[in-house]
């Protein structure tokens, strides 16, 4: 009873098994197989995806930029390319969602990297904000469909298309 069970059953309602895009998704680090990007207001993504998804791809960015064992990327840019592809960055992801949660928002924050800290959009400043679902943030778990990096896009086999 409330607004947040509510809140909580309107979203389940609209997004469970559905097709989601997700931007600035970034590795939540070290050996993580979830990287978070934004989706909505107050609204967050985690994808089941990691580098390790992609390491074909890395591979071949390696050998486009001509980097080896003894010899580093000839350009900052490159650095940045191989470094983000390394870790698990994407520009873009789809997929679909699985589950669905609340995490309370300093939970949010003391889980999440600094630098997707901003991932949560909280709207526009003339939104009343209801105070039972003020303090909380919806949190996606979508299964991948794809990815895509500044220099190469990756599909997973039998994934549907967004």
């Known amino acids: 009873r409330g607004p947040l069970p509510a809140a909580v059953r309107t979203a389940s309602e609209r997004l469970l098994q559905q097709p989601v895009r997700l931007a600035n998704v970034v590795n939540l680090g070290g050996n993580s197989s979830l990287g978070v990007g934004p989706y909505e207001y107050r609204t967050v993504g985690y994808l089941k995806a990691s580098a390790r998804d992609v390491a074909a791809q890395v591979e071949q960015l390696k050998s486009d930029l001509l980097v080896t064992e003894g010899v580093r990327p000839a350009s900052w840019e490159a650095a940045v390319a191989l470094h983000t592809a390394e870790n698990g960055d994407f520009e873009e992801a789809g997929g679909t969602v699985s589950r ?29 904000v209801d105070r039972a679902t003020s303090n909380v943030v919806i949190r996606l778990i979508v299964d991948p469909h794809w990815v895509r990096h500044r220099y190469f896009f990756h599909a997973w086999p039998n994934g549907g298309a967004l």
């Open 100 to 128: 669905l949660g609340v995490i309370g928002w300093s939970g949010f924050h003391a889980a999440t990297p600094d630098n997707q800290r901003g991932a949560v959009r909280l709207g526009p400043l003339d939104d009343p």
